[in-house]
């Protein structure tokens, strides 16, 4: 490629709405364009990025045995309806209307449509395994649509869909799912940690997630670094509060009244860092019911997460009647958000007991979990069983004792780029998607599901990869992987020959070059192509090649190295 027929776009200005470096980075140097909220162009210098994404993807998702295929974008509702999560997804889910009234929506994953075509597919236990999969658009309406294109709304993501006989034949693709993304991730040049993800409620189920290491990440992880131990703090924590005297369905108390626990002091007591895990916080009230006291919940939630949602989702665990205390409500009652947590539903003063922390509410996987939420989904409720390892790790301070037992926590912040999910055998009993087993019997398929968020990969691997003046792409995804800069072009008829013929060599060898042949000012050239991140630049001007000399640079290097012009091949491989 030659710039000259290139369309570079840098900017000097990041956007304004842009808040860490990755978004900012990616417009500057002209990759990405917004058109909405979450909604953007990939530019060419964005989309060869993306491409190398994919391309590593797909070799190792062939290599594993997963069979690409192509679902539609625009399903219909009819399917989700079968599974029901036409009802429980919430307002993440893009819903659209045809000419005829007909409900579609946007896919946000594909678990219905693949669950579909393996119930057409398959009939006998002789086609299993399988495992399908595709790159695709995927539409999520994210309430809080940021970080450019790490929380879009229209996104790439690779989803995967394993089908088998039996449970250990499922764990048996889990784990060759999860040693792929492994290899992914190494191949792609990210520092990265597979990490438990939450499945407290779901119990037994398999879920683990890929984090790229970076302080701008959304997640907290949980490791231990003198063992493989290593898990993520979900989003949300929900703490049980409780026994009060009173009626919840009386009116809340106006004023906080002397005495009153203050958000803060229960945080104390519960050892929750609210500045590390809590934005925002919400009560939801349950009335007195057959012989039970009334109820109150406080939930504490990260930023990110959407009340909305939490609102919409039903809720295990809690008895029918209870309502979510909306936020206006808590702000008028307690003043402020997070405010005063009071003496709640009753005029009376309330004892506050701390219950115990029992619940855990996530985000989910390219799926589902146990109950067919997705992302709206709030897994919670009293009833679980002692709290689990994972709930501990809520309040876990840097220090604390690794749950195996081998050493202490440290802990970090991660994007999550991938998800590997056990799902079992939900969705095809749902719908019906049943093979006939060795014993001519019908059974469920037995489901795993695995998601890669392709365009968030490259988001997080500038947040890992960047400096003062661009973005550092590992080789392996970088748009370009070696730039020559001609300096004094128009000028020299010397240095126009000696770029253009190593130009060609390096392209014989297969490596994907561009060529800067725009007679630019060394200054501006460099400038720019160290903004793009390209990862190795060769300069090539009238002064060095009088003593046969050309210059090479690697990004992260202090300065360029000057090589004998038959040595610069090499040198940029
Ligand atoms: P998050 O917790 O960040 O909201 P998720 O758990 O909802 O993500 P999954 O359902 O597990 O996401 O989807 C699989 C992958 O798709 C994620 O691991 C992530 O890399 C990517 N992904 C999810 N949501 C987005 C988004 N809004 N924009 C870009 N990539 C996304
Ligand atoms: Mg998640
Ligand atoms: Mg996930
Ligand atoms: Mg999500």
Known sequence: MRATQFHIGTQKEAPTDAEIASHKLMTRAGMIRKHAGGIYSYLPLGLRVVRKVEKIIREEMDAAGGMEVSMPVIQPAELWQETGRWDKFGPELMRIKDRHNRDFVVQPTSEEVVTDIARNEIHSWRQLPKNFYQIQTKFRDERRPRFGIMRGREFTMKDAYSFDRDEEGAKKSYEGMYAAYTRIFTRMGLAFRAVKADTGAIGGSLSHEFQVIADTGEDLLVYNPQSDYAANIELAEAVSLIETRGAASEPLAKTPTPGAARCEDVAALLKIDLTRTVKSLVLATEPEKEGQPAQIWLLLIRGDHELNEIKAGKVEGLNKGFRFATEAEIVEHFGTLPGYLGP????????????????????????ANEADFHHTGVNWGRDLPEPTVIADLRNVVVGDPSPDGKGTLAIQRGIEVGHVFFLGAGYSTSMKATFLDQTGKPAPLQMGCYGIGVTRVMGAAIEQNHDGRGIIWPRALAPFE???????????????????????????????????????????MF????LIGVPVRVTIGDRGLKDGLIEVQGRRDDGAEKVPAAEALDKAL
């Open 344 to 367: 709640i539903g009753t005029a009376k003063p309330v004892k506050l007991v701390v219950d115990r922390t029992v619940a855990n509410m996530s985000d989910f996987v390219a799926g």
């Open 482 to 524: 070696v730039v020559i800069c001609g300096v004094g072009w128009g000028k020299s008829e010397l240095v126009r020959d000696a770029a253009t013929k190593l130009y060609e060599e390096l392209k014989a060898k297969g490596v994907d070059v561009i060529l800067d042949d725009r007679d630019e000012r060394p200054g501006v």
């Open 527 to 530: 400038a720019e192509w160290e």
